[in-house]
């Protein structure tokens, strides 16, 4: 089975590093579904292993795919606001049943817009990135 399954070729855009804001933003709003892997030659106790992009994926109530590494593990609930994948077996399943199964993408997408405000409290968290920013 290839990587991406021939009916998604045209619909998958893989997207390295994005740093420049208005770019990233533009490249969420524009997504269905929010997939991230840490990279195989990373150890996961270096770089972004917890990848806040997925947090600002589930404030837009994007769902996510993401592998079972890391701190993605604690912003992702298998099954509710995403899924947690160990292999990329699990990734392609994944993505298809989301693909596949509109009321469940709905359903999804609605738990992930309202899981960070359970687990971040939105004004805790915009007070911290205010006093972190001030900083620097």
């Known amino acids: 089975m290839p990587l991406i399954p021939h009916e998604f070729t045209d619909r998958v855009e893989i997207v390295k590093r994005v740093t420049n804001v208005d770019k990233k933003v533009k490249h969420l709003l ?43 593990r604690q912003q992702v609930k298998h099954g509710y606001n995403g899924f947690l994948c160990n292999n990329v077996d699990g990734f392609v399943e994944h993505l298809m049943m989301l693909y596949r199964n509109k009321d469940l993408w709905l359903t999804m997408s609605n738990n992930a817009y309202h899981l960070p405000e359970n687990i971040f409290l939105h004004r805790e968290w915009l007070r911290g990135m205010k006093n972190f920013t001030a900083i620097y």
């Not at 994007?62 to 592998?67: F, Y």
């Open 30 to 72: 524009d997504l269905d579904v929010f997939f991230h892997m840490v990279s195989p030659d990373c150890n996961v106790g270096m770089g972004e292993s917890f990848c806040l992009a997925v947090t600002e994926a589930t404030m837009l109530g994007i769902p996510v795919v993401v592998e079972n590494k890391g701190g993605v």
